[in-house]
């Protein structure tokens, strides 16, 4: 028909996950200690001095300096971009319960004393 026009392609539902489209999130860089030389103990940049934590990694917030640290140590850390607002960077928490075992609840109400003195 003349008057109508068909969409090329269907809009995806799939939302966008182009890094430069997410500034709405709150980032932040870790930096983690990638070679087994000793001797490396801390970051330096610009004379401030960041040292690795037992699981040799750190955070930082400013994106110029994770970009500073990247270049200065190209070879001996990897630092990677992370949302610091998403609930699964966060960590987890799990909660275990168990119910009430049948010897447990007979000891509370002292038949449980009663039937160890009967045998």
Do not use: C
Request: proline share 9%; charged share 30%; hydrophobic share 30%.
């Amino acid at each position: 028909m003349p008057g109508t026009t068909v969409p090329l392609k269907p809009k995806s539902k799939v939302p966008d996950y182009n890094p430069d489209r997410e500034g709405w999130h709150k980032t932040k860089w870790t930096v983690t200690k990638a070679t087994r030389n000793p001797e490396l103990n801390a970051v330096e940049i610009d004379g401030k001095v960041m040292p690795f934590d037992k699981e040799f990694r750190f955070s930082v917030g400013d994106p110029g300096l994770a970009a500073a640290i990247r270049e200065k140590y190209r070879w001996d850390v990897a630092v990677t971009r992370y949302n610091a607002n998403s609930p699964a960077d966060r960590g987890h928490r799990y909660i275990f319960t168990v119910p009430e075992l049948p010897w447990h609840a007979e000891k509370e109400q002292g038949n449980g004393e009663q039937k160890d003195a009967q045998d």
